[in-house]
């Protein structure tokens, strides 16, 4: 390799430092001021680096958006608070931990809700500043914490919630554990601050994240085949489990994917992971480990756009990264063991595990746990958890398992779901397999309506897929975010809604069942109204002339509606 083409690799030509290089350099590994900005009572935010510090913490600084206009006009500053996102590798809470983050929520945040996430963890929304420490404590008194939740560094750590494989599911989860912690910043920063912990900064040290931490966040899971919940190709790092006789012998292992973009900017683009190949399992950690490192030393510093694993993958090459982390690891890759992703959604009711154990996933609509007039879903979780013996397990699809529920107890489980209305039979199966991000009005990223605007968008599907007739047994995999950096997972979705302004959406069109395949923009920035008319006319396309069961995804291609996306960074924009 030429000097000049390792100048290229190592991101050396790419530009000045952005500025949050800066912020993380000048950090103290991430104590900046944030202890002193706790104590000015003047304002309800962090200012300067630590708006951006308490990521690295688990938090984002938000406001209300509904109400920003109003306070100004009162020469109030926004309503500032934040959101914090637990800390829960492969989404595993106890009933006892339940209970004590939904006591907080409903005495110390705004909203009093509880909010299920596409990470596989929860959410608080809406804590002001002077329970921000409170809630860190909290959290610490019953063995959670929100460390790297946010911010450049790998965050919470996805597993495959299907609870059925007992032993397997228990052998990938542990992994998953193992992995989250092997990754995790070393600073003491977050007990220094939050748990008024003893300050030993001189000890900091990062050897696997690196004095600046990543370029860029870095996402992690491990998933088992056929079932796809956790979205692989949405994510820098993915481990597949590969099991012989029931037993976790070893991982293929992709690396990647990612969804954000930037309106615009066609040096932006979704990608699908790439298959380095198998492990044996005692290699994990040291490849989890060199693939971090290496993303850590070649990233693009310059350009945050540009910054993540699936950039450079395409700027160095998939086979030059690929033989950086054999060195790195000490470990060969062997070739890839065969698997088949053939679902990704939850398995809504009832179901029985190999160990003779039940398993109930509840179905809540955009993750949402707050207690509507009519549905008092947050208290009805709660009342579970009072006489719930196993635990709970939250999904990357936003909903919740009531996981190992013994054959005797069934029935009391049965009831209390039914009477907080958590169970209705009359949810379609469009509407399970729908999911939109937070949006309006909390995140400062959004531009059009998500989570607010996703249960009457629904509606109206399911009126389309009846009028032709479409069986209920069927749906299309329905998405909305509410800007294009993915947290709704709409870039592997067969519609999906990007938003661009209030009340207008890029529609995506193509993907498929598996989560294998990245959809391609039919339309840009148009209103709903045209979307619901595009979507009408082209079910009725599908219902007619689609093939034995033809999923609506492979229709649209087929029917040459879009053009497959086969590669990323060449078809997308073509």
């Given amino acids: 390799m030429s000097k000049q083409e390792q100048q290229e690799v190592l991101g050396e030509t790419l530009g000045p430092l952005s500025d949050n290089e800066r912020i993380k350099r000048e950090s103290h590994f991430l104590r900046g001021t944030i202890s002193e900005d706790l104590k000015d009572a003047v304002t309800g935010g962090f200012t300067s680096d630590n708006f951006q510090l308490i990521r690295f913490h688990g938090m984002y600084q938000q406001d209300d958006r509904d109400i920003r206009a109003e306070r100004a006009k009162q020469k109030l500053e926004p309503l500032h608070n934040v959101m914090l996102r637990a800390r829960m590798p492969g989404g595993v809470i106890t009933p006892k931990q339940w209970l004590a983050i939904d006591k907080f929520a409903s005495e110390k945040s705004l909203y009093g809700s509880i909010r299920l996430t596409t990470r596989q963890t929860f959410q608080f929304h809406g804590v002001l500043k002077p329970n921000i420490k409170l809630m860190h404590q909290t959290l610490n008194s019953i063995g959670i914490d929100s460390i790297a939740t946010a911010g450049d560094v790998n965050r919470n750590v996805l597993c495959t919630s299907n609870p059925v494989e007992s032993e397997l599911h228990q052998q990938a989860y542990q992994w998953a554990a193992k992995i989250s912690e092997h990754l995790l910043p070393k600073t003491n920063a977050y007990a220094e601050i939050w748990l008024d912990g003893e ?159 039940h398993h109930l996933t509840l179905f809540i609509e955009n993750g949402r746990l707050l207690d509507f007039p009519d549905k008092p879903l947050k208290s009805g979780v709660a009342e579970i958890a009072k006489v719930h013996q196993g635990d709970f397990r939250m999904t990357a699809n936003q909903n919740l398992i009531v996981a190992g529920v013994p054959a005797e107890q069934v029935k009391e489980i049965e009831q209390i779901a039914r009477d907080y209305r958590l169970v209705n039979e ?7 397999n729908s999911m939109a991000c937070v949006s309006f009005p909390t995140c400062p990223l959004a531009m059009a309506e998500a989570e607010r605007f996703l249960p009457d968008f629904v509606s109206e599907i399911e009126n389309i897929l009846d009028n032709h007739k479409v069986p209920e047994t069927e749906s299309i995999i329905t998405r909305v975010t509410g800007c294009p950096n993915g947290c709704g997972r709409a870039m592997l979705a067969e519609i999906g809604l990007v938003g661009k302004a209030p009340g207008r959406y890029n529609l995506h069109l193509g993907g498929n069942k598996a989560g294998t395949r990245v959809p391609k923009m039919y339309k840009e920035n148009i209103t709903v109204e045209q979307i619901l008319t595009d979507i009408d006319e082209l079910v009725g396309q599908w219902a007619q002339k689609r093939r034995d069961k033809e999923a609506f995804g492979d229709f649209v291609i087929r029917a040459g509606v879009v053009d497959e996306v086969k590669v990323s960074k060449r078809d997308f924009y073509a």
């Fill in 426 to 432: 009359k949810t379609s199966q469009q509407r399970q």
């Fill in 199 to 357: 300050k030993i900064e001189e000890t900091d040290q990062e050897p696997i994240l690196g004095d600046n931490y990543l370029p860029r966040k870095f996402k992690t899971t491990v998933v088992i085949p056929p079932l796809n919940d956790v979205d692989v190709h949405a994510n820098d790092l993915n481990f597949v489990a590969i099991a012989e006789e029931g037993k976790l012998v070893g991982f293929n292992v992709l690396v990647g994917g990612g969804l954000a973009m930037t309106h615009g900017d066609t040096t932006t683009y979704p990608r699908c992971a790439d298959d380095f190949g198998f492990i044996p399992l005692e290699h994990t950690l040291d490849v989890a480990a060199a693939v971090v490192s290496t993303q850590r030393d070649w990233g693009n510093r310059s350009n945050r756009k540009n910054a993540k694993t699936k950039y450079t993958l395409d700027r160095v090459g998939i086979d030059v990264f690929k033989e950086e982390v054999q060195k790195r690891a000490g470990v060969k890759f062997e070739t890839s063991r065969p698997y088949t992703f053939t679902e990704r959604g939850d398995r809504i009711g009832w179901v029985e595990g190999i160990d003779g154990l």
